[in-house]
């Protein structure tokens, strides 16, 4: 009988252990954490959730650089889920470098990188500008599984009346 080790599962449960960590604000654990998890498991969409998870600490201690770094990570995994996209732009907030990445990301021709704009230029307080390019990526995109995300973002932030 072989003793075998099921890396995926593990990782998942070092997931676990760092978000339990983060909870309790023990960051350097959270951290190693979500590291082995990711060693574990380096290139899955599961550890698209172990890099994100990651970024969320970073950017709670202050390390928005860092926290930038995995988010662009967990994107490069899965640029399915819309949580995301929100967490990079709010490391771009934290690093005040919202207009640097506006004009990057506006001459990109990648759908996506209208999320990223919407979502910039809503941080910015440029909410109608913000607002219409979500919307124009939802019209332009209707098949894309994060259309979705920003949906229901869209409907979250913009009162019922101009619905």
């Known amino acids: 009988n ?17 978000v339990n960590h983060l909870k309790e604000k023990n960051y350097y654990s959270a951290i190693k954490e979500f590291e082995i998890a990711i060693m574990l498991n380096p290139n899955t969409q599961a550890s698209a959730i172990y890099y994100n998870n990651l970024g969320k600490t970073y950017l709670k201690i202050g390390y928005a650089n860092l926290a ?17 996209y929100q967490n990079l732009v709010a490391s771009y907030k934290s690093q005040n470098k ?14 996506v990188s209208k999320v990223i704009a919407g979502l910039i230029l809503i941080e910015m307080g ?8 979500l919307d124009e990526f939802c019209f332009e995109e209707p098949e ?11 409907q979250s932030i913009v009162p019922n009346e101009f619905r």
């Open 98 to 111: 919202l207009e640097k990445e506006l004009k990057k990301v506006i001459k990109d021709e990648k759908p």
């Open 68 to 84: 930038e770094e995995s988010f662009d990570k967990a994107l490069r995994r899965n640029s399915t889920n819309f949580e995301y």
């Open 2 to 18: 072989i003793f075998e080790i099921d890396a995926a599962r593990n990782a998942s449960l070092h997931n676990n252990y760092g």
């Open 144 to 154: 894309m599984i994060l259309t979705k995300g920003v949906r229901n973002y869209l």
């Open 126 to 133: 440029k909410m109608e500008s913000g607002i219409n390019i």
